[in-house]
């Protein structure tokens, strides 16, 4: 079997990742490629790159492009990953959201994890979660709803399991916390208590596709996926993330991450070693961002848009026009 891939496969395997789900491979990463597909090529009884690649065109054996999606989509995660974002949402979002609940001011706090991976990120949402209720009675386990998204298909089973044992229940998982919310397994793992699971419901999502169906957020982080996106590609998730952030709703990058250049519509908020971004110009406190992320100065606001001219066409952007109708609905409906 073949153990090397030519340039020209090498291109035409991340054309096809492109395509398929926005990905952008570098030049130098053909032995990703080589590492990751040799396994699936082996079980599949593929001789070398190009019957993987006609494999792939064909989806013969059934199921390789899934394979190869789930095998070329990166899975690096851990517990409370940078802690900031875990901190700010203990100590300035929740406590907030919790005197909207009590004053009957908000029902729900609705959270997506957009690229969950094996689960880490939104269990620990929820652990935190679980963990400040004790200072917020409001804070009831019915009100918050966790919505987390991947694009792999073995990552997803394995966060829906909850089932984790050596390093991936080391990695930031402090002895406390697992003491409280995870259980014994089998064979030395720990399995996430009922609690904390039932908070979280687990989907298989691809951010090319539209955003309409997913509702309106309070919280959306996409955290170290859009390093692996190129800038356009980036500038439309992030646009779609903003019509699904309901009024002043927040969003999370990785922490080594930052909006690309242009990307309209978002107020940068720093609270202590926490960066987040706030959807600008709407009010808050209605159900959207806490007031203590209000209290941040906003940003001028984005110039007027550029004037039709004669021979230009008007465009009719829907996911704006969904997003004003939900608006509306929420403002009249109460």
Not at 134 to 140: D, G, V
Not at 231 to 258: I, M, N, Q, T
Not at 283 to 310: D, I, K, M, Q, R
């Amino acid at each position: 079997m073949a153990t090397t891939i030519s340039t020209r496969e090498f291109d035409r395997i991340r054309d096809f990742l492109q395509r398929e789900t926005s990905i952008s491979l570098t030049d130098d990463k053909a032995y990703l490629v080589e590492t990751r597909l040799s396994e699936i090529m082996k079980v599949n009884g593929l001789a070398d790159y190009g019957a993987l690649l006609r494999a792939l065109q064909a989806d013969l054996p059934r199921g390789v492009r899934d394979a190869v999606i789930d095998a070329m989509t990166t899975n690096e995660t851990l517990w409370f990953r940078d802690s900031a974002p875990f901190d700010a949402f203990r100590d300035h979002l929740l406590p907030a959201w919790a005197g909207e609940i009590a004053a009957g001011r908000r029902q729900k706090i609705r959270i997506w994890s957009a690229a969950c991976s094996t689960g880490q990120e939104p269990y620990s949402l929820a652990m935190v979660y679980h963990e400040t209720a004790r200072r917020f009675p409001a804070l009831k386990p019915e009100n918050l709803d966790i919505l987390a998204t991947d694009l792999s298909d073995s990552a997803l089973a394995a966060a829906k399991a909850g089932v984790y044992g050596g390093m991936a229940i080391q990695r930031g998982l402090s002895a406390e916390l697992l003491e409280r919310w995870f259980t014994p397994a089998a064979d030395g793992r720990h399995e996430v208590r009922r609690e904390i699971r039932d908070r979280v419901v687990y989907r298989k999502f691809n951010l090319r596709d539209s955003f309409i169906m997913m509702g309106t957020f309070d919280l959306i982080l996409t955290r170290y996926v859009l390093i692996y996106f190129q800038d356009d590609f980036k500038r439309e998730v992030l646009r779609k993330a903003h019509g699904a952030l309901d009024k002043g709703g927040v969003l999370f990058l990785g922490a080594s991450e930052s909006l690309p250049d242009g990307t309209p519509g978002f107020a940068l908020v720093r609270r202590g070693r926490a960066t987040w971004y706030q959807k600008a110009g709407e009010p808050a406190g209605s159900g959207g961002a806490p007031p203590a992320v209000a209290a941040t100065p906003t940003p001028a606001p984005a110039g007027p848009a550029a004037p039709l001219t004669p021979d230009a066409a008007p465009t009719v952007d829907l996911e704006a026009v969904t997003q004003r109708l939900r608006d509306l609905n929420a403002r009249y409906g109460r």
